[in-house]
C-alpha cells in the first residue's frame, strides 16, 4: 500500500516530495525508478540498488529546487551572465554529440557579482545550461556530449584558492551528482605548464572511467586531436578547425545552438511565467 504522498504524482512540485531515498520501502524505490536511466547504473559501476536511491535523490532535489520548471522561468539576465561565463555551445562531434566548450579562465565572477548576480542565481545558470543540453539539445535519456575543457588565461592562485575555482568546484559536485554519465570524451587543451603537477594529484581522486573520457592535450596536440574527434568545419578556427561563425561573438557565441538559446530565453522572457524567478 502506497502512501499517497510516494505515488508518482509528487514529481508535480506542488506536492511534498518523499523523504530521503535511503528512508523509503524497496518497492516504493522500485516504482520511483520506472524512468531511471542507465546512466545511473553505470554511474554506481552496476550496483543497481546504490543507482536507484542515487535516481530518487535526484527527482527530490529536482522537485525541491524546481529544476523541473528552470527552462520555463524568465531569465531576463541570460545573455549578459552567459557572456561572462564564457562557456558556449560549439556545433557536432563526428559521432552526432554536440559540443560544450567550457573556458573556466574567461570565468568572470567579479564582473558578474557586480552585475547583481548573487552565487546561487549563478548556479542555477549552470544549471539551466544543463536542462537546456539534456532537455533541448538533445533529450535522449542516455545522451552524451563533447566537452572541450579550455584552460587558457587561469592561473595557478585560480586553480588552488580562486573564487572562480572554487564556485567551479561546487557547481562540478552538483552536476556530477545529479547529471551523470553524460561526457562522451572531455578534451582537455591550452594546458598550463604547472597543470601537469596539478594533473598528478588529481588524477588518482577521479573515477577511472572519468581519467579514459579525458584528453589532456599539450600545444600542437590540441588541434591534431581535437580534429580526430570533430571535423574541421565544426570546430572553430582558433582551435584549428575551419568554422568561422559570424557575428562579434565569432565562434564563441555566435554558434547557431548558441543564438537558439538565447531566443529559446527571449521567448521565455516574453511570455512570462511562474512568478518568483530562480534568477
Ligand atoms: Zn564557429
Not at 525541491?64 to 557572456?83: C, D, M
Not at 596539478?198 to 588541434?223: F, Q
Request: glycine share 8%; proline share 6%.
Amino acid at each position: 500500500m502506497f502512501h499517497p504522498q510516494f505515488n508518482l504524482t509528487w514529481r508535480n512540485e506542488d506536492r511534498p516530495f518523499p523523504p530521503a531515498a535511503t528512508a523509503l520501502p524497496p518497492a516504493v524505490l522500485d516504482r520511483l525508478c520506472f524512468d531511471m536511466p542507465s546512466r545511473y547504473v553505470a554511474a554506481e559501476m552496476g550496483d543497481v540498488a546504490k543507482a536507484k536511491v542515487r535516481w530518487v535523490e535526484t527527482k527530490r532535489w529536482r522537485a525541491e529546487h524546481g529544476i523541473n520548471s528552470l527552462l520555463a522561468t524568465p531569465y531576463p539576465k541570460f545573455s549578459r551572465v552567459r557572456e561572462l561565463c564564457g562557456h558556449v555551445f560549439h556545433g557536432h562531434s563526428r559521432d552526432g554529440h554536440f559540443v560544450y566548450i567550457e573556458r573556466p579562465g574567461k570565468l568572470n565572477i567579479k564582473t558578474i557579482k557586480a552585475a547583481g548576480v548573487s552565487d546561487e542565481a549563478l548556479q542555477m545558470h549552470y544549471l539551466h545550461n544543463c536542462e537546456y543540453q539534456w532537455s533541448v539539445l538533445d533529450n535522449r535519456l542516455e545522451a552524451v556530449c563533447v566537452t572541450v575543457l579550455d584552460l587558457e588565461g587561469i592561473g595557478m592562485r585560480d586553480m588552488i584558492g580562486g573564487s572562480a575555482m572554487s564556485f567551479v568546484k561546487s557547481v562540478s559536485k552538483l552536476l556530477q551528482a545529479h547529471y551523470p554519465v553524460r561526457s562522451a570524451k572531455i578534451v582537455v587543451i591550452n594546458v598550463p605548464s604547472w597543470f601537469n603537477m596539478i594533473w598528478k594529484v588529481v588524477k588518482p581522486l577521479l573515477h577511472e572511467r572519468t581519467i579514459k573520457k579525458t584528453m589532456i592535450c599539450n600545444g600542437a596536440d590540441a588541434a591534431k586531436t581535437l580534429l580526430e574527434i570533430i571535423a574541421p568545419d565544426q570546430l572553430p578556427a582558433q582551435y584549428g578547425g575551419t568554422c568561422r561563425c559570424a557575428g562579434p561573438r565569432g565562434c564563441f557565441g555566435g554558434h547557431k545552438l548558441e543564438t537558439d538559446y538565447e531566443q529559446f530565453v527571449a521567448e521565455v522572457n516574453t511570455r512570462g511565467g511562474a512568478a518568483g524567478s530562480a534568477f
